[in-house]
C-alpha cells in the first residue's frame, strides 16, 4: 500500500507561481509511476502531468505545456509540481497519483494510488 499526501497549494495572483509536492510513504518504490491531475468546480478531473519511474520521461497536458514541470526525488519519495505564469483556469484541486508497472500514463484510470488532493485558487 502506498500512501500520498500532497501540499503547497493556496491562492496566487494570476502570473504567479506555486510548487506543489506530494510525499510517498508506505509500500514506496523507484518502479511507481507517478502524476498529477485536477479537477475544477463542476468539471471532470483531468490529467496534468506525469513523469516515468526514473523520471526520464515527462508528459504535459497541451494546457499546461511550457508553464508546469513535474520532477521526482526518489531518495526522498516526494513527487513536484512547479507551475508558473498561472492562470484563473488553473483553479482546480491537484491530486497526486501512482501505480506500480508502467512508465507513465495520461489515463486516470491507471492509477492505483490517490492522493486526497490540495487545492489551488489564481485570481484574476
Known amino acids: 500500500q502506498v500512501q500520498l499526501v500532497e501540499s503547497g497549494g493556496g491562492l496566487v495572483q494570476a502570473g504567479g507561481s506555486l510548487r506543489l509536492s506530494c510525499a510517498a510513504s508506505?509500500?514506496?518504490?523507484?518502479?511507481?509511476?507517478m502524476g498529477w491531475f485536477r479537477q475544477a468546480p463542476g468539471k471532470e478531473r483531468e490529467f496534468v502531468a506525469a513523469?516515468?519511474?526514473?523520471?526520464?520521461?515527462?508528459y504535459y497536458a497541451d494546457s499546461v505545456k511550457g508553464r508546469f514541470a513535474i520532477s521526482r526525488d526518489n531518495a526522498k519519495n516526494t513527487l513536484y509540481l512547479q507551475m508558473n505564469s498561472l492562470k484563473p483556469e488553473d483553479t482546480a484541486v491537484y491530486y497526486c497519483?501512482?501505480?506500480?508497472?508502467?512508465?507513465?500514463?495520461?489515463?486516470?484510470?491507471?492509477?492505483?494510488?490517490w492522493g486526497q488532493g490540495t487545492q489551488v485558487i489564481v485570481s484574476s
Open positions: 513523469i516515468s519511474p526514473g523520471g526520464g520521461a515527462t
Open positions: 508506505g509500500r514506496t518504490s523507484s518502479s511507481l509511476a
Open positions: 497519483a501512482a501505480y506500480y508497472g508502467g512508465t507513465a500514463s495520461i489515463w486516470a484510470y491507471q492509477y492505483t494510488y
